[in-house]
């Protein structure tokens, strides 16, 4: 269906599927995004995009039809839109109680929403280079520990350098 005339419809789209506030959402985010390689490039207004996602209060009846779980993985990749090409949106589902290793975005940025209960965010301190050039062991220590809950949204970019998701227990 054009862009043009999304917003003329508030029911079912030609592809069955309905427009409302979860899909307004993914198009307003891809609009915004453009044809940009993403949300460090020049003229992308990260904040913009945040907002956006923190506009949307979260229906499961919306987004449940993108949400599939493998209980046998931390969590699953569940692609909602591919944008220009160049950035994806995406809805992790995770299995509670288990969670990512430690990693980094290789320059990567992220920006997540909590669709649903809640997830514990570890931020680490990176090994220190000097420690580690002289061939001494430098574990990582956390710097920062946090819980988002549903409908919050946070951002992750280079400056944090390795950092693990864990669902919680109880959602």
């Known amino acids: 269906m054009p862009a043009i005339a999304q917003d003329a419809f508030a029911g079912a ?68 839109d591919r944008g220009n090409g160049k950035s994806n949106l995406l809805i992790l ?9 430690i990693h980094d975005h290789a320059d990567a940025h992220c920006l997540m929403k909590v669709l649903k209960g809640s997830l514990r ?9 000097n420690v580690t050039n002289s061939g001494l062991p430098s574990p990582l220590v956390a710097k920062r520990d946090t819980i988002y809950y549903e409908n919050q949204v946070t951002y992750m970019s280079d400056d944090v350098r390795a950092f693990s998701i864990i669902a919680n227990c109880h959602d």
Not at 37 to 47: A, K
Not at 121 to 129: C, H, S, V
């Open 93 to 101: 589902v995770w299995t509670p109680g288990k969670g990512s290793p």
């Open 121 to 129: 965010e570890t931020l680490y301190l990176w090994p220190d280079r």
């Open 13 to 80: 789209t030609s592809s069955g599927i309905s427009y409302d506030a979860f899909q307004r959402l993914v198009d307003d985010l891809s609009k915004t995004l453009g044809p940009s390689s993403g949300l460090t490039s020049e003229g992308v207004d990260v904040q913009h995009l945040k907002q956006l996602m923190e506009g949307y209060l979260s229906k499961q009846s919306e987004w449940i039809r993108y949400a599939f779980a493998d209980l046998s993985r931390s969590y699953t990749r569940n692609l909602v």
